[in-house]
């Protein structure tokens, strides 16, 4: 796996797509602060140290952690991006070029970085009472992809009851993490609603009249709408409620919500596919819906309708309960399930799916197909498709398609696809008073800390009470001077907490900034918040995170109705 250097802004080096779309709308990037560094030999050395043919192939290494990429090439495509001859050599040679001088990020230029795309909302009272078993939400990101490949989505449902919030994880690109994110709650809603209230959307399109709005959106400023799409996705949008109306004669006025989750997260990824091979006259258009199609991304959706909470998941991002015991102290409790090679379920659905003869190429190194970690996912029909089928949209699509030597690479030992599926998993859990929050994360957070520290961190920042366990060190030789330093900086914890005001932002903090000790390291902070877009990646993921808190009063009472 190497560095792949790209265009240079503010002087210094950055790793951009092949395939750029809607650069400019996204979070705002760390490099805002790279001319603070004053020694930014690192950047030079490690920018001018690998060159790479191809932004989409990523290559194995030595020096760089594998299980950090969604994708492993083939070996055949390993020319496509290597190293430099003797560039470990270069790299010392030049540490001697000049006087390293430290340099760290100050609290307020850390804090800029972390606060960039924070947002918030509070369900609004009714009546001096909030009737709502959702008090609010905090959402969050940091990139470390350019552009960051994870989007969020949060919304009220206006025709139905409940609130939608997902996260989704993009890989190969963030097309099709866009355009998921836009998407999937309206076909979760039009799945949701009933037969009565389909027919009126569609008699009002029909004659022309003003639509009833489905969703009330909750979004950062930079979690934007595709303009040039919109109509496209209407239109699919349309037949697909259609097709209810056409199979609901509105008999049963009951809707099963696990059901209607999954016919949405099927039916959208057919959809996706679908625009892709009819393609668009419109050479923009049919580009976008081609980007869409060959990238992929996972998605965690929860649907919170009182006490009735329905997590649905595809991929590897989870959601985890916050749970308050009663003696104060913290419990996780996961509520979706990954589905990789560590899920041995997963493993066996998809050796039951293929032929016997495949049982030992259908997942190699822990990847499907030897290529992608998750086993669920949208998008990806180059896991999905013929290859007969791709062979031909390739060949007729666009040349800045036809030219990407990514989407004409077929995976091998590929014989009986699809290989993915986007159908997600569903878990149910009734609400209890004891029930103070939900966690929904992409990987990246989840590959930097353990579940039980994640639901501790929020439980504290939310309650103000902070559960004291004895100091771990982990096997380390700490000096007295330095375990007083950690009962110092423990002592000073419950003022410090509140430099955030929002909760995402301060599990992101810890995530980033923990050290061996378990506590935010300022120097560990700010060298990771300083590293250039080429190497971040090689340390850690995107992180996106919602942070949802129930409000115990209103789900209490719904216990006491019963």
Partial sequence: MCVCPGPRRIGIPVRSSSLPLFSDAMPAPTQLFFPLIRNCELSRIYGTACYCHHKHLCCSSSYFPQSRLRYTPHPAYATFCRPKENWWQYTQGRRYASTPQKFYLTPPQVNSILKANEYSFKVPEFDGKNVSSVLGFDSNQLPANAPIEDRRSAATCLQTRGMLLGVFDGHAGCACSQAVSERLFYYIAVSLLPHETLLEIENAVESGRALLPILQWHKHPNDYFSKEASKLYFNSLRTYWQELIDLNTGESADVDVKEALINAFKRL??????????????????????????????????????????????????????????????????????????????????????????????????????????????????????????????????????????????????????????EPEVTYHRLRPQDKFLILATDGLWETMHRQDVVRIVGEYLTGMHHQQPIAVGGYKVTLGQMHGLLTERRTKMSSVFEDQNAATHLIRHAVGNNEFGTVDHERLSKMLSLPEELARMYRDDITIIVVQFNSHVVGAYQNQE
């Avoid at 049982?359 to 999905?384: E, H, I, N």
């Fill in 269 to 422: 990824d057919n959809d996706i596919s679908l625009e892709a091979q009819v393609g668009d006259p419109n050479s923009f258009l049919n580009y976008l819906v081609l980007r869409v199609a060959f990238s992929g991304a996972t998605a965690c959706v929860a649907h919170v309708d009182g006490v009735d909470l329905h997590v649905a998941n595809t991929g590897d991002s989870r959601a985890m309960l916050g749970v308050q015991e009663e003696d104060g102290s913290w419990s996780a409790v996961t509520l979706s399930n990954d589905h990789n090679a560590q899920n041995e379920s997963e493993l066996e659905r998809l050796k039951l799916e293929h032929p016997k003869n495949e049982a030992k190429s259908v997942v190699k190194q822990d990847r499907l197909l030897g290529l992608l970690m998750p086993f669920r996912a949208f998008g990806d029909v180059k896991f999905k498709w013929s290859i007969d089928l791709q062979k031909r949209v390739i060949e007729s699509g666009p040349d800045q398609l036809n030219d990407n030597e990514y989407t004409k690479f077929i995976p091998p030992n590929y014989y009986t696809p699809p290989y993915l599926t986007a």
